[in-house]
C-alpha cells in the first residue's frame, strides 16, 4: 500500500506518518532515515526527494500536531459557556492531545526542534498558544489593573502545568503509580493557581 501511495503522489505523507509512528514508539534520536523510508515502504533514498533529512521529517510531524493542537483547543475553548470553563477546557485538551497524538506531541515538544527558525512552525505554535492567551486575557479581566499580571504570563503559567503533568503523571511512570488522575492534578492545580492571583473566589 505504501508503494502505491508512492506513485499516487503521497509518499510526502507517507514518509510523515511513518516517522509519526517510530516518534513514538523510538523518540526523536531512536531512528533513521532509512529506517522511515522502510516503514513507508519506499527505498532508503525516496525520502531525499522531499526532506532534507530526519530533522525536516520531525519539523513536518510538528507542523502538522500544531495544526490539529490548534483545531483541539479552538473547539475546547469555543464550546465552553463562561471564561473559567474555556480556561479548564483548554487545560483538558491538552493532556487529551498529547494521549491521542504522542507522535505529535513528541516532534512538538521533545524532540529539541528550534521552532522560531521556521516561520511556519512558529506561525503553527503561537496560534495554539492564542488560544490559551485569550482564555487568560477573558478570565483575568474582573482582576483590577494593578494586580492584573500579563495574560500571557497567566497563559505560560498553565501551559508550564500542563507539560509538566503530561511528561510525569500522562505518559507512564513514574505516573502511572500516581493515586491522582493527571485530569485532577490539573483542575487542582490551575484552582490553587488561579484562587492565589484573586480570579476565582475561595468558595468557589
Do not use: C
Request: hydrophobic content about 45%; cysteine-free.
Amino acid at each position: 500500500m505504501a508503494k502505491k501511495s508512492y506513485h499516487h503522489g503521497n509518499l510526502r505523507q507517507a514518509l510523515v506518518d511513518a516517522t509519526t509512528t517510530l516518534l513514538e514508539t523510538k523518540g526523536p534520536t531512536g531512528f533513521t532515515m532509512a529506517e522511515a523510508a522502510k516503514s513507508a515502504g519506499v527505498s532508503a533514498a525516496a525520502p531525499y526527494r522531499h526532506f532534507v533529512g530526519r530533522e525536516e521529517m520531525i519539523g513536518e510531524v510538528a507542523l502538522q500536531g500544531f495544526g490539529i493542537f490548534a483545531e483541539l483547543m479552538d473547539f475546547a475553548s469555543a464550546k465552553a459557556a463562561t471564561p473559567l470553563a474555556a480556561f479548564e477546557s483548554v487545560g483538558r485538551a491538552y493532556l487529551a492531545f498529547a494521549r491521542k497524538h504522542p507522535g505529535h506531541y513528541i516532534a512538538m515538544f521533545e524532540s529539541g526542534l528550534k521552532i522560531n527558525a521556521n516561520a511556519d512552525l512558529a506561525n503553527a505554535a503561537n496560534r495554539a498558544m492564542d488560544v490559551l492567551n485569550s482564555a487568560a486575557n477573558e478570565l483575568s479581566k474582573g482582576l483590577p489593573a494593578h494586580r492584573r499580571p500579563p495574560a500571557m504570563m497567566i497563559s505560560q503559567h498553565i501551559w508550564a502545568m500542563s507539560h509538566g503533568i503530561v511528561e510525569l503523571f500522562a505518559r507512564g511512570e513514574p505516573g502511572s503509580n500516581s493515586p491522582f488522575s493527571p485530569e485532577e492534578l490539573l483542575e487542582t492545580g490551575t484552582g490553587i493557581y488561579l484562587r492565589g492571583l484573586g480570579i476565582i473566589p475561595e468558595d468557589h
